[in-house]
């Protein structure tokens, strides 16, 4: 069962592997991301920052689409992560199942502006979330479980 599909472009840190996977009651964490099945060393810190007990699990994105949508993560509490909300368009155009998704950190960059803390988007961003606004998709920003649920698209000015 998916429980969370969070933004972030950290993956896996202290907030999201014990906030977070604490608050959701997960028992797996899946990270879709293209960009770190090509960094070993990335990888290695993932493993080292997952909490003891949980499943860590890292795949490509067609392989994440793959495994999501063949059934064999039903028997998992899972709590998926992607690095950008390109990442969370694909999952979520390809993963029926996804209803709504968490809006994390998402980093400073010349072509982006803050919304609220922690999070900056491009233009590219804005069109994307709107896109899955438009399919019925929840977008919430919450850095932590406890902060109050704040849409992106009404933050965007």
């Keep these: 069962m998916i429980k969370l599909v969070r933004i972030d472009h950290r993956l896996v840190h202290g907030q999201v592997a014990f906030s977070w996977t604490k608050f959701l009651d997960a028992d797996c964490i899946m990270i879709a991301s293209d960009n770190l099945m090509k960094d070993e ?3 290695a810190a993932m493993r080292m ?3 003891t007990g949980v499943k860590l699990v890292m795949k490509n994105m067609e392989d994440s689409i793959n495994a999501l949508n063949s059934g064999v993560t039903d028997k998992y509490k899972l709590f998926i992560l992607v690095e950008s909300v390109e990442d969370a368009y694909t999952l979520v155009t390809q993963v029926d199942r996804i209803k ?3 809006v994390g950190g998402m980093k400073v960059a010349n072509d982006r502006r803050q919304i609220a803390k922690a999070v ?5 961003d804005i069109e994307k979330m709107r896109e899955l606004s438009n399919r019925g998709i929840e977008l919430e920003i919450r850095l ?5 649920k704040q849409n992106p698209l009404d933050l965007i000015k």
Excluded: E, G, Q
């Excluded at 932590?144 to 109050?148: F, R």
């Design 41 to 43: 060393l990335k990888m």
């Design 120 to 124: 900056f988007v491009s233009d590219s």
């Design 144 to 148: 932590v479980p406890t902060d109050k």
């Design 49 to 51: 920052a997952k909490p």
């Design 100 to 102: 709504s998704i968490n």
